[in-house]
């Protein structure tokens, strides 16, 4: 019995570790669909919403390090930092992620069309060495700004425990975070399949070329599409707060993740990642669970190069590859 | 002897049927030429022949040997040489480069290569931009570097997909009298495919008509041309009280 | 800018690398310009690949990797230095075939993504595995040479940058060269004048792999000790690449003047911005690409070219910039 209860556990777990991975990948794979892009940058905008967050619930802890910071420069204090160095929650985390992928979206928006469109062609090594560059960029600029050091969040509920019977549990913030995903996920799904929006960016992802023909604005479009994965990513970061430390680096491996979801859901197709997101949970945790954390990731890229290996159109994707 | 013999062979895309049950041969010294309305599926024959894509049923004998699921550079080096209909140079190297890929086909000597592709550029009038950046050239150009390169590979069979569309007129003309001229360079036979009627006209002494994959004539050109049911597939059978009885 | 032009600067600049230890006293500086000819050997063994073929690879940390591991459990398990670097070279090259089967069949960014893919599993291996490879705490490589000063290091560099170069000037001439500058054009042309395009590609990689083995030998030797996060990092894939393109992909003197110019840039930004320098290295990479995208060398044998305008040949048609025209009305006269 404990057997059957033990592994249900590791799948609940995997589950919701899946939704959130689900975000992040529903992200990736609208901006792989509508521009046909890979976004090396998707791990830093994970981070930078995380940090969003943080800042907003917390926001003595981000004074105080940029006080120090700009102290190294010689700079004075601004009044406004040493307002924010008193504070010590400011907004609850579950706004201040909201708010952190609003700025994300403009934040992308603004990437897109200053960074990557102007690449000729939009070809697509390019496209990832920009995005690659930006990354290190980003990661780098938070180090600065943020410090190195890991930070912890003590999310509100974080010690309530939901019991599912007397054998499974789940632990309150992160199952709040997973509903919160599951329901932005069909959000954005709803998004993409039944609004005017949504029809224009799928037109532009079948054929940017005849696009324009039916007076879809194909830059704005893809802008908007770039923000909007951006923001997912930047959301995802904030929902993954109660179960990461918060540091500099933290949205590496999921930029990686977000490729083999992308992949495994087939080429752009978002409902695909967003599968693939809850079997890379449950694969994930499994591993973990039976051969210990390092293999995890090791067994994501071997999932993802048999899959391309044997069916590059995806497990779920149509034959359009 | 047949050089070239196709023997009913079709090939269907998902639900299109894009050449059905075809069969016709190109025997040694002919000109062959392929018409046909748009969406014909000329093209298409021309890629089974030279293995890009494998028919689904039907054989394709190439000098005696049975081609039909060969690769495209597994037909290259048997002998059948190509062009392409949209021009594809190497853009950053000079002309002279660039054919002397085809000529590398024979020989892994750069000088040699470079002998050859002389020769063949030469006969195609283009000596003066031997050394020029295949880059920035204009379409007549790089029509003839395109049959430069496969003369090049020293084909017993070219295959010419319609590497007189986009010219003027002119130009057309004078490249038709060069392709006449193709057998001293020992190549036993052409196919070609053509929209530009005037260049089939005048070279073709065999032009085979196809309409939605089904091959519909074959023949003499000033004799195929006139029969009622290749000028139906041009233009309709609305005209056919217009046609000769 | 020609082919031989650019032969003789790179050879003027191996000539000054060769003489310049008798000038230079500082362990430091040589081990600076140790890494610069190390990454412009290796940026010109990426170049084959992904230079003259046109298949970018991301993951060429993978095969300096082998060579740097290589060397060192072959040296553990008894080999002398030397011909462990030999079975390094023939372990990162099965790597290589076995990569480029799975890889080479795919197209644009599934290619470059599969080869990250590779090289993570390998680094992820090499750390999850302490028996064998000591984990993230690493592994310990035997001396190459004799009296392993700096400076045998920095001779060694040089040579393999000297190796490398001739290799790209023979392979530009040769019949190889031209096979893979027609995949990377189009591999249907290439497959239409006979050209075997997924063993050419395959030769391309093998060759590549080789070196870049070397020079992780090499570079595991100079340090003795070698790490996972070090020899295996994407970085070192990415900045493979990033020295082949800024100096210009495609070029024989593009790898090393990239090579010069992102090291070089590399240590003044060290310096002067100590915590904000990958910032810097960052940006750069975006001008780069944005600005820059045929390179150094590939900008200017542009900019040189346009002196060597042509006169008209005797046709018809003027000659029109870009082969965009055709394709129209090539279309318009269906």
Redesign the interface.
Known sequence: MNFIYGNLQVALDGLMTGALYALIGMGMALIFGVM???NFAHGAFLMLGMYATLVFYQPDVFAVQLISVLGRFGLPTPEFLTRMAQVHQFLNPYIAFLIGGALMFVLGYVIYLG?IR???GQE???V???T??????????A??VFGADYHQINMPLKDLNIHLGPHLLLNAPWLVSFGIALLLGFALYWFVMHTMFGRAARAVAQNRYSAPLMGINVNRVQAVSFGIGAAAAAIAGGLLLPMLYVFPFVGNEYR?KS?VMV?LGGMGSIQGAALAGLVLGLVENFTSRYW?N??A??VD??I??LV??FK?SGIFGSQRA | MALLEIKNVSKRFGGLKAVSDVCFSVDSGHMAFIVGPNGAGKTTLFNLITSVHHADSGTIIFDGRDITRFSPDGAAKLGIGRTFQIVKPLRNLTVLENVMLGAFLHTSSPAVAEREATRVLTFLQMQKAMHLPARGMGLPMLKRLEIARALATKPKLILLDEVVAGLPTTEALKLADLLKRLPEWGIAAIGGVEHVMAVVMKIADHIVVLDHGVLIAEGKPDEVVHRPEVIEAYLGPKYKEHMPS | MSRNLQAAIAGAIVGIALLLPAFLHTDYTLQIIFRIFLFAALGLAWNWVGGYSGQLSLGHAAYFGAGAYGLALFARAGLPPWPAVGCAVILSMIFAALIGKVSFRLRGPYFALCTIAFAEVLRLTAKNLPNVTGGDVGMQVPALFKYSTTQSFYYASVLLTALAVALTYWIERARFGYSLMAIREDEDTALSVGINTPRTKLYALLLSAALTAIGGALYASMFLYIVPDQVLAMEVSTEVAIVAMLGGAGTLLGPLVGAITLESAAEIFKAWFQEAHLLIYGILIIVVVLFLPEGIVGTISRKLAVFKAAPIPPFTEKPRPGAKAETTRAAVLK
């Open positions: 046909r892009i890979v960074l102007p690449i000729k697509a090594f390019m990832i060495l920009v690659m560059g930006l990354s290190l960029a980003l990661v780098d600029a180090q600065l990686l490729f992949v210990g390092q293999w990731l090791v890229f071997v993802f190069i391309l290996s590059p």
